[in-house]
């Protein structure tokens, strides 16, 4: 087991397939102005497996495949079936935003894909369209139901709450998870990136969340599944549904973090907020062995001390506040969920 400065071993890892995207949502997508990795630069389906691997023999448990969104990648089934295939590996999840999910859904669970998140926002059509840029809306809820009819477990909703924007939505969508029997969590809008134009007039904070959720549920604290979730859960007394909060900016959980993220380009990144990545690459294509690459995953990860959300929470208590756009972070399109 490989610890950092912090005593926090590298359980999971984040594969971020392409930095393409089909929606345009504003706290995820930059403007104009991002340049897209070019395709020569993307990691291929054997390197992404040969590094997994390592990481497997690292320690590393569960992998998750995110983007941009991963199911804009060319046969992306068969990069599952490789992953599924490493002895070691106990959990591989998908992160979607769920407009193709409908049609890869049946490869996907073949394959051997575990479970699914899907990136949902709001229920209402013209909202969803004005968040992703795309009419998009019965796509994704088909895809729901499609993961669900073949075999994915748990499906999952994430939605990220934002004032004055969709927390209007949180009982709407709670029942929705109700009906249709999915899990769902609720997001603190985070300062991930640059260009999402972050305020904190903008989150509705966790107790605030909870405090609505009163009216709709009688919920019980569960915890953190594992003790590193990012999500806190709760069941429903009545047995309703099934919800976790992710309180990043006002429950900081970084002392529980064990991600470490791999871009699509080949950066070993630390933290969802870094400034930078480590490039693993350009080491693969020198001719590198697996030696020399577990070595560089194990310094990257010793020498780890990402504490950021701490930080921004001592900050936001401080007499000086926070100032987001000092940090120049990595975009999320770039980075994966």
């Not at 669900?148 to 990220?160: Q, W």
């Not at 973090?257 to 930078?276: I, N, P, Q, Y």
Request: with cysteine.
């Amino acid at each position: 087991m490989i610890l950092d400065r912090l005593k926090r071993p590298m359980a999971d890892l984040r594969i971020s397939v392409t930095d393409r995207c089909n929606y345009r949502c504003s706290y995820c997508m930059p403007s104009a102005r991002y340049e897209w990795i070019d395709r020569s630069e993307i990691l291929t389906y054997e390197e992404i497996v040969r590094l997994a691997a390592i990481f497997a023999d690292l320690g590393v448990q569960k992998i998750r495949i995110t983007g941009g969104e991963p199911l804009l990648r060319r046969d992306l089934p068969v990069l599952v079936a490789r992953l599924a295939g490493l002895e070691k590996i106990a959990g591989l999840s998908l992160t979607t935003n769920g407009s193709l999910l409908g049609e890869s859904a049946p490869a996907l669970a073949e394959a051997g894909l575990d479970r699914v998140n899907v990136s949902l926002d709001t229920l209402n059509a013209e909202k969803f369209k004005r968040i992703t840029r795309r009419d998009d809306l019965n796509k994704v809820l088909e895809g729901l139901s499609r993961a669900r009819e073949h075999g994915l477990r748990p499906v999952k909703i994430n939605t990220v709450v934002e004032r004055g924007l969709n927390d209007d939505e949180i009982i709407p969508m709670v029942e929705f998870a109700r009906r249709n029997g999915f899990p769902i969590r609720f997001i603190e809008y985070m300062d991930v990136g640059n260009a999402n134009d972050w305020r904190m007039e903008k989150i509705v904070p966790k107790q605030e969340i909870l405090e609505r959720l009163g009216a709709a549920c009688r919920l019980e604290e569960i915890g953190r599944n594992d003790g590193s979730a990012p999500s806190v859960e709760y069941k429903d007394a009545d047995g309703g549904v099934e919800l976790g909060i992710i309180a990043s900016i006002t429950e900081p959980f970084c002392r529980g973090c064990t991600r470490m993220r791999l871009t699509a380009d080949g950066k070993l990144v630390t933290c969802l907020f870094s400034e930078r990545g480590y490039d693993i690459k350009g080491l693969l294509r020198s001719g590198a062995n697996d030696g020399d690459l577990r070595s560089l995953i194990t310094e990257t990860w010793s020498r780890r001390k990402d504490r950021y959300s701490e930080e921004r929470f001592e900050a936001l208590r401080s007499t000086s506040g926070y100032q987001t756009q000092v940090r120049r972070k990595i975009e999320m399109i770039r980075l994966g969920g």
